[in-house]
């Protein structure tokens, strides 16, 4: 089995992917690079971020989940601890390198020692870049398995902003799973006032746990939106999917899966 | 009056907040520095981006608005039309440098052409290190008022993958204005089916058009949810309000103010 990941070796995805699945590993740039190597059968599965439990959505995933022949058949919660890594010292350093995720979890830790933050593709890439540059200036904010990777060292631990720092990745193919206990959907709805209401009502007339609602624009048309909900299966999930897709425009199902994780509902 | 916009000069907000209000114009270079200078009474107002209609909401927008003592006065719609900028011809460019939103907005055009895109602070930062670098390998996206401003040619227009790309700017200050026709409103739930669905009947039982509905991350409790409301008065706006904050948990007033532009409504 080939699973694509996103990012560089010792990226967090990596690792998310390696506790997800198991077989053969290839590194990608992007996630649309990935969702492009499925397309052409070089993949038997993506393993992708979707969301930040501080930074929110990754709205590259949301936008492939929904537009692309792809769906989502596991899910995975991984703490996200970051940590400093270079080969100098702390007060040596001026400038620090990452995604801007990553530096954006870590901003409080950057300001307060003066960093000068530097954006890179992926956590690991900037590892890599500062394996290569060798400069006491510059240092790196990733995994404690990247900086072991780049033989780089930790010169500090937990830099985040907020310990409580989770990502949910989540593994995607061309196939939707038989069976699961949480569904994913999207779809658009008409313009009138209650449309979301009426759909909101469906589902807790189904005394259904929803576990997310998350909105994105469509972009055929400038400030409407895609919804997504997740909701958790009560044994009338099928059911209520068919009511769903009758009262909304451009349904997708998106995915069945095994529920993981420390999520909440509403 | 003082007003700080995010980017450098030329950028799309610095061009937001010259339509949006009259006065002196202050670079920033986060909207963070933006925001901590209305607390020092530095600024009398900020403009910032909140949403665009390709790659959705601005996170750290919305994390503001809801936990700082800073109110939403007003908003504008403006329609990004991108530029490919520089000083050299389009086969010699192998670098494109922009804001990461940019980049992506433009990556047909980018894919296409086999350019790197290089990630920079903003669309206008990225002309001006375009002007400083002076190599006929970079290039910059961005808008055609930064081309002139650093007197860089526009190489080619409209480079946008998608021609309805609306940017919604707010003016932010420390006051609540006390007219508008235009509410948005943030709060918690308790997690439970059907929390939500109930408040989004109470709108729905107003008849009030409600034109966004977004969820951030509730930082302090993993993968729970702060919900942001945009909802058009109808003259019980105020009523609506009172009924929802006893409905919600946390519940925030962020904004009343004139509605503008090009909204729909669910």
């Given at each position: ?185 999207g779809f658009s709805l008409e313009n009138r006032p209650g449309s979301l209401s009426r759909i909101l009502n469906i589902i807790s007339a189904f005394n259904i746990n929803m576990t997310k609602i998350e909105s994105r624009p469509y972009a055929k048309n400038p400030f409407s939106y895609i919804f997504f909900i997740d909701f958790e299966d009560n044994g009338y999930g099928n059911v209520l999917i068919d009511i769903i897709k009758r009262e909304t425009i451009n349904f997708k199902l998106i995915g069945l899966y095994r ?8």
């Amino acid at each position: 089995m080939i699973i694509g990941y996103f990012g560089d070796p010792g990226s967090y995805t990596s690792m998310a992917a390696k506790l997800m699945l198991g077989g053969r590993y290839v590194s990608y740039r992007s996630i649309l690079d990935i969702v492009n190597a499925i397309e052409r059968n070089e993949l038997d599965f993506g393993v992708v971020p979707i969301e930040n439990s501080i930074e929110g959505q990754v709205g590259q995933t949301y936008d492939i989940i929904y537009y692309k022949d792809i769906y989502i058949n596991s899910e995975y919660y991984m703490k996200i601890d970051h940590c400093l890594i270079g080969n100098s010292e702390i007060n040596k350093i001026r400038f620090v390198h990452s995604h801007p995720q990553a530096l954006a979890q870590c901003s409080n830790f950057i300001n307060k020692n003066g960093f000068i933050p530097v954006p890179e593709y992926s956590t690991s890439y900037a590892i890599k870049t500062i394996s290569e540059i060798n400069n006491d200036e510059h240092a790196a904010i990733g995994s404690e398995e990247a900086a072991n990777l780049y033989n780089l060292k930790i010169i500090s631990k937990s830099i985040q902003n907020n310990i409580n720092n989770y990502t949910r990745f989540i593994s995607i193919s061309k196939h939707m799973n038989d069976h699961g206990d949480k569904y994913s959907i999207g779809f658009s709805l008409e313009n009138r006032p209650g449309s979301l209401s009426r759909i909101l009502n469906i589902i807790s007339a189904f005394n259904i746990n929803m576990t997310k609602i998350e909105s994105r624009p469509y972009a055929k048309n400038p400030f409407s939106y895609i919804f997504f909900i997740d909701f958790e299966d009560n044994g009338y999930g099928n059911v209520l999917i068919d009511i769903i897709k009758r009262e909304t425009i451009n349904f997708k199902l998106i995915g069945l899966y095994r529920k993981s994780g420390i999520e909440t509902g509403y």
